[in-house]
T-cell receptor, first 113, second 112 residues
Framework: QVHLQQWGAGLLKPSETLSLTCAVY????????WAWIRQPPGKGLEWIAE???????NYNPSLKSRVAISVDTSKNQFSLKLTALTAADTAIYYC???????WSRGTLVTVSS | DVVLTQSPLSLPVTLGQPASISCRSS???????????LHWFQQRPGQSPRRLIY???NRDSGVPDRFSGSGSGTDFTLKISSVEAEDVGIYYC?????????FGQGTKVEIK
């Protein structure tokens, strides 16, 4: 069984940087790709980024200038950074294993002054 | 970018009756390897999304057989043969064929 556990700050101010990390327990880390998805309160799902175990990345063009995804295979972890936050970035952020068969519980990130 | 359009966006259903959700893609979702990476997710209130169906018609482990997926190319359907109370939630289709990945807007299933 695969379990994803994430952590990071839940309350940030405009212009600050969001930083989230997702740890993977169980299954094969190096044999998979990993993703971040977000969901604004009361709205739908938005794919943010993906990274392969070898570090190959893909980003949502709408966020590409502000987002970075990275992987640490030695710790079975991957991370998300999103810069220049605004209120529009307020959302539940989920990490998931590609092809989206395992998800984390999610972290609510609120951007407010 | 690929756009996925779901219909209806709201689906009131009587317990025990069937339900059907459509997902239409702005481009073919057939990948160069011959597979079609169209998946369906269920999100119950207050929970993370859960994958129900992968690659159009394959049920995930533990998913009741009242859920089925079908379709090809650009038109896809999720069917619930007999809706139960635990099926209440929002259902999303998602494409994993093209970059960037995309989700449909979601269809809210509720009990009449």
């Amino acid at each position: 069984q695969v379990h994803l556990q994430q952590w990071g700050a839940g309350l940030l101010k405009p212009s600050e940087t969001l930083s989230l990390t997702c740890a993977v327990y169980g299954g094969s880390f190096s044999g998979n790709s990993w993703a971040w998805i977000r969901q604004p309160p009361g709205k739908g799902l938005e794919w943010i980024a993906e990274i392969s175990h070898s570090g190959y990345t893909n980003y949502n063009p709408s966020l590409k200038s502000r987002v970075a995804i990275s992987v640490d295979t030695s710790k079975n972890q991957f991370s998300l950074k999103l810069t220049a936050l605004t209120a529009a970035d307020t959302a539940i952020y989920y990490c998931a294993r590609v092809p989206f068969d395992y998800w984390s519980r999610g972290t609510l990130v609120t951007v407010s002054s | 970018d690929v756009v996925l359009t779901q219909s209806p966006l709201s689906l009131p259903v009587t317990l025990g009756q069937p339900a059907s959700i459509s997902c239409r893609s702005s481009q073919s979702l057939v990948y160069s390897d011959g597979n079609t990476y169209l998946h369906w997710f269920q999100q119950r209130p207050g929970q993370s999304p859960r994958r129900l169906i992968y690659k159009v018609s394959n049920r995930d482990s533990g998913v009741p057989d009242r859920f089925s997926g079908s379709g090809s190319g650009t038109d896809f359907t999720l069917k619930i043969s007999s809706v139960e109370a635990e099926d209440v939630g929002i259902y999303y289709c998602m494409q994993g064929t093209h970059w960037p990945r995309a989700f449909g807007q979601g269809t809210k299933v509720e009990i009449k």
